[in-house]
Each structure stands twice: as structure tokens, then as C-alpha cells.
């Protein structure tokens, strides 16, 4: 754990270091899943230079076979016999003379296990495609798959046996006005095509190439500000080293001989006759300039380290409590055991006899979650869209259009395109309806969402936005809630009649499962339209995402029998007040319910055709892509989980990171129906008293309960927007301790605690961030103290200037952070405990026993 006060990770002198060199080498994990059919697998993490071996169920298939650099996608090897389920597959390494350990094992699986649908639509990545490219990648595909390229319909590319992101050598050359797709086939089962990439002219002039920062000792160069589908010749000290093709910005070239300090790189790229760029070059550094690599945060209990940042062609080596425990080529270093509390991690990297100036030290944080895949990234099918236009109905007084547009699984990308008859024939699909909220008549609001509705479509979800223009402008007031809810309403029966007597969509949609995202009025309209007499008979709403709500009072009461995920920007210059922290507060879900409080976000970048910043400019606001990656990973992995029963649910946890967003910006309560609750403080007991209706105690501090709510007596200031009972705990002279009695005693071993808190705003911003300790007191009456900040820590208030809101969020203490794990852990109370020198009022709601 990490002391208070002590930075988890820093940087310090490798010379003062006593570091203790073992024979250990890690073992190259085997990138998995690996499916039935596939002729080549990847091997990563091994040593520059390193040999592999590879066993196939207990055989040696492959046995000294040059893995070259591990940077940047690891070792592709072919295998003479495709692979077959069942088959256990496990990697080696051998370099300067030591032999790793075998890897973890990799069980061989039948790709429509992972994929009823088939195979993974290929992607052209990156675009553009230009004229004249000779070499293109193919990303989103299965390891081992044949993979094949066409321009206008006749191929011009193909590997058998691809990495999951392949790049082919193009034979003829691009010429102008082709339209390029990719293809994919793994064990009989060929997947779409990917979307039409159309050849462009490269920009003119042609950049000039750059480098990567190269050391003295390295054995392979970056060259970087390329050209997509390029050549370009690389030189040493004036002698030509070669010509490769390239794919994407960045190359990495191996070479013959290890550079040396002042060696000279120059490079130059073209692509049609007549296009060379300017040359480039690039002096190499001594490798006494060599830093530390660095690594991704560590969570206790880790088994390997990610790094973030390393030199080209580097070897890095762990040290764990100044003993080496792993050695490889990254990004990923196993480790020869899991990461404890206290141990203290050291990682250096070397090339050839030189090793890195200072160490990256680092000590494992309680919670740390990774990076991992992005939950809208699912890439399945072509993509359809049509408008639709159900006729009128009568709501509210007023003669409405059911009308709006809807994305879908398709043959084909385009309009009007049949349904994906794979996808039809395995079963009907789960149906999520859109409804944008009040903006300008003149502007297509239904069309600002095109971006999510295609990334659901491609996963196979029917995606509809729902015209409530004609109940855009001045009005407001519930009826106008009320009047939005019905009209999704309408949109929902209008596709019942489709899938019963449409030709597209007759049959193939599950109105046993279905979602509603809404957006600002249609944020507030989602969260009654389950509750409406509209809403149509044998429709299971099972879910409800409630972005940027407003309220206008429509809702009389909690949103119930719905998965529930709100979505708050601190930064929102229209429903400044964030609503939806209201219906988070009141909804009373079957299983969980999520709110994401984002910072440097406001209410309109998240639809396409809200064109106008609504803060003015005066917060800070993160950029229209930024806001549109959150809804859409956070977006894409609750109706996943929900409707399709996918295994995302931990990026709204907090236990798993979805890459290329700003997720430090974004903070997260999350609440199990199902889960032990110590204390919410809604029994009305007083704070004396838990929701176990056991006693609690107080010293050293000032704790009482209070509404966190608007324009109440019992609330504890105007900073809280939200409708919750809650403590606000003030800090004494002394540390001081909140009790919370558990009777009987709660076994804990294996479980975490949760609990929501927030920093209490009073006047001004605080200069810095505050936290507390929540410690479990065990039968013997030992108390073990966990830190607020090592896992994640209390935010700050968002500060808006005139309105800065004190928003909880949920912070989760892991129970093998507290002390060691081999204990049984049986625990008579909770405490928490305000420990700071610059302790403020923190308020508290939630306090639960997650496991």
C-alpha cells in the first residue's frame, strides 16, 4: 500500500540501486484467444533477439525459431498443421543463454463460440487509402485468419495466416478512383466486407520523415510522419540500408548491426513518380542519455507490468524488493509472481551493455484498474440505415409524426439494404430507441446521435432516434416530457407492426429486450416512458440511459425495473443543475444502476448538430470527439451487458478502462442492488444508528445525517444536487473516527467495501485534494486502515465558478488490501477515518459489502 503522502511511481538513480540479477526470464505470453483454423499464431514480450519455442499439446512443434523484435506487434509464427479446438498451446524463450519458463496456456476454441455471428468484420486501418499505396493494413482480425485485399473487385493483396492487425503488400499499385476493401476467412467462414475505402491523392508535398529517438546499441529504428501505403529508403551515415513499403504514420525497421553514438539516419518517402519527399535525418544518442521506461500504474495483485513508454529495440528488466522477477521485450513483462502489498518494483531497460540511467520505481495501488478493450469497438456487420415514418398519432392534443431514422445490421453498408441474413436467421436482435431533447426546430437533432447508432449496428443491435422536433421551442413544462415519452412510445409500437408485417425488419427484432438512451428533455422523457400507459403491451424496457437530463417534474416517483446509467457533464452550461443525479438517487433498479459525473464536459458536443458550446467557452470543455468517445464506450458496454448479456459491465464497475478516452475526467458511482448495505442512512434512525440498525460512534469529528438535495431544512448546504439521505462527516483538532457496528460480525475475505463520498464545496475551490482512511475493525478489535488515495483517490470539485456542486462518486476497497491476505478476515465494524492535515467536511452515502 502505498504510504500516505508518497507518490506511486517516480523516477530514481539506478546507481543507487543495489539491484540483484537473477537467471529469470519471463515467459512470452501467447496472444490469445486462438481459434480453430488459424495457421499462424503471435507470441509477445520476448527479448530482442530472443529464440522461441512453441508446444502443441505437450509437443514441441517449434523450436528455435528467430523472434526477431517483439515491437511492435510480436512474433507472427506459422504452424505447418492449422489449429484444431482443443489444442493447448504454450511459448518459450531462450536468450544470452537462459531459458525461460513456458507461458500460460492458450486453449484452442471454435471462433462461433466467441462469434455465433461469424467473423469479425475486417477494417482497412488506418485511411486513407492513397493513390499510388503499395503496402495497406487490415485490422479486427482473428490471429491466423486469410486475409485478402480487392480494388474495384479484383484482388490486389493476400496473406494466409494474419496477425490480428496484418499489413499486405499491394501488387499492382493503387491507381486513381478504387474503391478497396478487405475480406477475411478462418475455417470455412468468410466475414463481410469491410466498408469501401476510396483511393485519395497523398498530400503534396509529402511530409518529411522523422525518428523516434534512437540509442546508441539499439538493433532496430522508428521512422515516424510517414505516409500511408509509402515507400521509403532509410540510410546510415550516407549508405543505403534498404527500401521498405509502409502502412500507417510510424515503421519499425531491424537492422543488421547495432547503431552507435553520432551514427547518422536519414530517410525519404514517396509514393507516385515525382513525389519525394524532403530528407530527413537524425543524429544517434548516447545511450549514457538512456532514461527509464515507463510503466502503466500497478495493482496489487498484478502478475505483469505494462509499459507505456520504452526505447525502440530495448530489453527491460523488473526488480521486485531489488531482486529481478521479469525480463523481456514489453509493452507486457510477466512477472514471477503477483504483486504485494509493501513490495517495491524497480524497471530499468538496456540495450546492449547499457542500461537506463534512472529506474522507474513504483508500488502497487489497492486499485489500479487497466486499460483494456473497448466496448465499442465490436465490429461484426455492414451497417443499414433508413428513415421511417410510422404515420401520425394523437398525443397530447396534438396530431404527431411517429417518424426518425434507424441504423441496423445489414448485408451491405448503405440505405435501403436487406436486413444481415446471418444475423436474422440465429435469432431476433435487441432493439435500442434514441430520443434527442429541446433545440432549435431548424435543426435535425434525431440525426446528432449517428455515430452511437452505427456503433450499435455494428454489433448487432437495431439502433432508432426518434423525431421529437415537432415538439422542439419555447414550450416546456411536464407536458412536454410527458408528450416525448409517448411519441418513443409510438416509434416502439410502430416497429412491433414492422417486425410483424415489414419485409426488412419482419421477425428479426427482440422486444424482449429492449433499451432507451434519451438526451437532455429526452433524458428526463426515457425515465417515464417505461411507467406510460403508452408504452406498448409485450415490450421488456429493460434498460434506461439518461443523458443530461432535465426536470420539468414529469417524473412523480423512482424509475423502477430498469437497469439504470446516467450520464452528468460538471460542465453543462444548460442543465447546469445535473438532474439526473436525482433520478440515479431515487431509481430502485433489479440489479445495478451507474452514474458517470464527467469534468470538461457540457450538454450539446455529445449530438452531432448541437453545433454551439452551451457554457459560452467559460469552463474548461474537452473537445466534440471526446465527448462523443465517452457516450460511446460507456454507452456501448451498458446496453452490451444488458441486452446482449456481454461481459462489459466492468468499465461502468470502475474495474477495467476503455482505451482513447478521457477517463480520468470521468467519475463513476455504481450501486448492486444485491449487495450488503451497511449504511444509506434512509431509515430515519439518526445517524446514531446504521441501516443494520446497529449502533455507530463518533470521536474527533462532527458527523450527521442531512438530505443531499435542493430546497430542503435538512440539507446540509447548497452544494448538493442530488436526492439522497447522506452524512457529512466534519473534521475536529484531531484525526477523528466514524464507527459503524456489524451484527453478527461480517466475513469479508474475498469481498470489497464501496462506498460513495464526495468533497464537500464550501466556498472557495480547495488548493488540493483531501481523502480518508476506511479501516475494518476485526473480532480481536485490531483495526486495518486503507488509504482514500490508493484507491483513486476523493476529486475535486468541478469548479463552475457560480454553481460547483459537491457530487459523490464510489470509491471500492478491495479486502486483500487490508493487510495480508492469507488472514480470514472477520470484521464487528467499519470506520472511517479523517486523517489529513487539510481535512475538510466530506460527505458519505452508500457504504456497502460488495462479493
Not at 520476448?46 to 514441441?60: H, K, Q
Request: charged share 15%; hydrophobic share 35%.
Amino acid at each position: 500500500m502505498v504510504p500516505l503522502g508518497e507518490p506511486s511511481m517516480r523516477d530514481v538513480p539506478t546507481g543507487s540501486l543495489k539491484l540483484e540479477d537473477t537467471a529469470f526470464l519471463s515467459p512470452p505470453p501467447v496472444g490469445a484467444p486462438l481459434y480453430q483454423g488459424a495457421k499462424a499464431l503471435v507470441v509477445h514480450g520476448f527479448n530482442p533477439g530472443a529464440t522461441l519455442d512453441l508446444e502443441r499439446n505437450g509437443v514441441i512443434v517449434l523450436t528455435g525459431v528467430p523472434g526477431g523484435f517483439p515491437q511492435p506487434v510480436g512474433a507472427l509464427l506459422h504452424l505447418s498443421a492449422p489449429l484444431v479446438a482443443g489444442d493447448v498451446v504454450r511459448a518459450r524463450q531462450q536468450a544470452h543463454g537462459v531459458t525461460s519458463g513456458w507461458s500460460p496456456s492458450v486453449t484452442v476454441r471454435k471462433h462461433t463460440q466467441d462469434h455465433p455471428d461469424g467473423l469479425p468484420r475486417p477494417r482497412v486501418a488506418p485511411a486513407p487509402v492513397h493513390r499510388c499505396g503499395s503496402r495497406t493494413g487490415v485490422a479486427n482480425l482473428l490471429t491466423g485468419s486469410e486475409v485478402w485485399l480487392t480494388a474495384n473487385g479484383t484482388e490486389v493483396a493476400r496473406v494466409q495466416g494474419a496477425a490480428p492487425q496484418q499489413g499486405l503488400d499491394v501488387r499492382p499499385e493503387y491507381g486513381p478512383g478504387q474503391q478497396v476493401r478487405a475480406w477475411a476467412n478462418l475455417d470455412g467462414d468468410s466475414s463481410p466486407p469491410s466498408p469501401v475505402q476510396d483511393t485519395v491523392a497523398a498530400p503534396v508535398p509529402l511530409p518529411t520523415p522523422g525518428f523516434y529517438l534512437a540509442y546508441d546499441g539499439t538493433r532496430q529504428v522508428q521512422v515516424t510522419n510517414l505516409v500511408n501505403g509509402a515507400r521509403f529508403e532509410l540510410s546510415r551515415n550516407g549508405a543505403s540500408l534498404g527500401t521498405w513499403r509502409t502502412w500507417g504514420d510510424t515503421h519499425r525497421v531491424d537492422l543488421p548491426a547495432p547503431l552507435a553514438a553520432g551514427d547518422l539516419l536519414s530517410a525519404v518517402q514517396w509514393l507516385c513518380p515525382g513525389t519525394q519527399s524532403e530528407t530527413s535525418e537524425f543524429q544517434v544518442w548516447s545511450c549514457g542519455q538512456l532514461p527509464a521506461p515507463q510503466a502503466e500504474p500497478l495493482q496489487c495483485g498484478d502478475t505483469s507490468i505494462t509499459l507505456s513508454m520504452m526505447a525502440t529495440g530495448a530489453t527491460v528488466k523488473v526488480y521486485r524488493n531489488l531482486v529481478k522477477a521479469g525480463e523481456g521485450g514489453g509493452p507486457v513483462v510477466l512477472l514471477n509472481a503477483p504483486v504485494e502489498h509493501g513490495d517495491v518494483v524497480h524497471v530499468v531497460q538496456s540495450l546492449g551493455t547499457c542500461v537506463s540511467q534512472t529506474a522507474r520505481e513504483l508500488t502497487c495501488l489497492c486499485v489500479a484498474p487497466h486499460v483494456t478493450s473497448d466496448p465499442s469497438g465490436l465490429d461484426l456487420f455492414p451497417v443499414g440505415q433508413v428513415d421511417y415514418d410510422g404515420g401520425t398519432t394523437s398525443i397530447g392534443g396534438q396530431t404527431l409524426q411517429i417518424r426518425g431514422s434507424v441504423f441496423y445490421p445489414a448485408q451491405d453498408d448503405g440505405g435501403e439494404v436487406p436486413f444481415n441474413k446471418r444475423r436474422g436467421k440465429r435469432g431476433p436482435v435487441p432493439l435500442v430507441f434514441m430520443a434527442h431533447g429541446n433545440h432549435s426546430p431548424d435543426a435535425a437533432s434525431s440525426l446528432g446521435y449517428d455515430y452511437f447508432q452505427q456503433a450499435l449496428a455494428r454489433m448487432g443491435f437495431v439502433a432508432v432516434s426518434v423525431d421529437c422536433n415537432q415538439l422542439n421551442g419555447w414550450t416546456g413544462g411536464p407536458g412536454n416530457i410527458t408528450d416525448r415519452a409517448d411519441l418513443i412510445n409510438a416509434s416502439i409500437a410502430h416497429f412491433q407492426k414492422l417486425n410483424a408485417v415489414g419485409q426488412r425488419f419482419a421477425g428479426v427484432l427482440d422486444f424482449d429486450k429492449v433499451g432507451l438512451m434519451g438526451h437532455s428533455r429526452g433524458g428526463e422523457a426515457v425515465v417515464i416512458a417505461p411507467s406510460r400507459l403508452s408504452r406498448p403491451r409485450a415490450v421488456n424496457i429493460r434498460c434506461v440511459l439518461s443523458l443530461a437530463p432535465t426536470d420539468w417534474g414529469a417524473t412523480q416517483g423512482a424509475l423502477e425495473g430498469c437497469e439504470f446509467l446516467t450520464l452528468l457533464p460538471a460542465a453543462d452550461g444548460d442543465v447546469f443543475e445535473n438532474d439526473g443525479a436525482k433520478y440515479y438517487d431515487r431509481c430502485r433498479p433489479p440489479t445495478f444502476k451507474s452514474q458517470l459525473y464527467v469534468h470538461n464536459a457540457c450538454h450539446n458536443f455529445f449530438n452531432r448538430r448541437w453545433l454551439e458550446n452551451d457554457n459560452g467557452g467559460n469552463l474548461p470543455t474537452m473537445s466534440r470527439s471526446a465527448h462523443e468517445r465517452v457516450l460511446l464506450t460507456y454507452g456501448c458496454a451498458f446496453f452490451r451487458s444488458v441486452l446482449a448479456g456481454h461481459d462489459t459491465l466492468g468499465f461502468l464497475v470502475g474495474t477495467e478502462l476503455p482505451p482513447a478516452t478521457l477517463t480520468f475526467l470521468v467519475h463513476l458511482s455504481f450501486k448492486w442492488s444485491a449487495g450488503l448495505t451497511v449504511d444509506d442512512h434512509e431509515q430515519g434512525n439518526t445517524i446514531a444508528r446504521n441501516s443494520l440498525g446497529q449502533p455507530t460512534t463518533q470521536s474527533g469529528l462532527v458527523a450527521g445525517e442531512y438530505r443531499f438535495h435542493q430546497a430542503t431544512a435538512t440539507q446540509y448546504n447548497d452544494s448538493f444536487y442530488g436526492d439522497s439521505m447522506g452524512m457529512v462527516a466534519e473534521p475536529g483538532a484531531a484525526p477523528g473516527t466514524f464507527r459503524s457496528q456489524l451484527d453478527p460480525p461480517v466475513t469479508l475475505s474475498g469481498k470489497e467495501l464501496w462506498i460513495r463520498v464526495a468533497d464537500v464545496f464550501i466556498k472557495d475551490m480547495p488548493p488540493a485534494q483531501t481523502g480518508f482512511q476506511l479501516g475494518i475493525e476485526l473480532t480481536d478489535g485490531t483495526v486495518e486502515w486503507v488509504d482514500s488515495d490508493a484507491v483513486g483517490g476523493v476529486p475535486l470539485p468541478f469548479d463552475t465558478v457560480y454553481l460547483t456542486k459537491s457530487m459523490l462518486s464510489t470509491l471500492r476497497f478491495p479486502i486483500r488490501c487490508f493487510g495480508s491476505s492469507k488472514i480470514l478476515r472477520v470484521a464487528r465494524a467499519i470506520q472511517l477515518r479523517l486523517n489529513r492535515e487539510n481535512a475538510r467536511p466530506l460527505a458519505f452515502d452508500d457504504l456497502q459489502v460488495i462479493g
